[in-house]
């Protein structure tokens, strides 16, 4: 009898501690932490695939007891003798999506896009990668940041056309600087 209660006990340990260790695996991996040199006010410059030289800010915001990122962004690029002026405006939801054990986002904007995404931070640096889901038919977009020095930060957009999900090209790039209104 008390083989079986022995028995019994190691197996219900071995269960609590594989389930903990599963559980902590999916908090890590559906972490916001990583994102959080996102976090605030930032003011850019850049170009699109135009050849358009523009300004914008974006900002970074915890929500809903800090368990998303809201960002909301605005662009604008003057209009030159072979384009006219372009204003973006858009918004995107940072979330760990924990049945995936993934980061994801969704994103929309003024024109009409509506993208998905699986967000994946940087390892060992402050960066985040996040790739459009590929959808038949459907162009595909990358989305990048990384820090390059304190309140400095890259940006790149890539998009691939839709019979080739995995070949992008540079929509747009820049450099923001931290606003001095960051909270």
Aim: aromatic share 10%; with cysteine; hydrophobic share 35%.
């Amino acid at each position: 009898m008390s083989r079986k209660v022995l028995v019994i006990t190691f197996l219900s340990f071995w269960f609590y501690s594989a389930k903990c260790q599963t559980t902590a695996s999916v908090a890590q991996k559906t972490s916001l932490e990583p994102l959080k040199f996102l976090v605030g006010r930032w003011v850019g410059e850049g170009s699109a695939e135009t050849g358009q030289a523009g300004e914008g800010s974006c900002s970074f915001e915890w929500k809903v007891q800090d368990q998303v990122l809201l960002r909301t962004n605005h662009a604008e690029y003057p209009a030159t003798k072979d384009h006219a002026a372009i204003q973006h405006d858009d918004l995107m939801i940072i979330y760990p999506d924990r049945g995936k054990q993934l980061l994801r986002a969704f994103y929309t904007d003024n024109e009409g896009h509506v993208i998905n995404y699986t967000v994946t931070p940087g390892d060992n640096d402050p960066s985040a990668v996040f790739l459009g889901d590929a959808e038949a038919g459907q162009q595909r977009f990358r989305l990048s940041y990384t820090l390059i020095a304190p309140g400095r930060m890259t940006i790149n957009l890539e998009m691939a056309p839709p019979d080739q999900p995995h070949q992008f090209r540079r929509l747009i790039a820049g450099q923001m600087h931290r606003s001095a209104e960051t909270n």
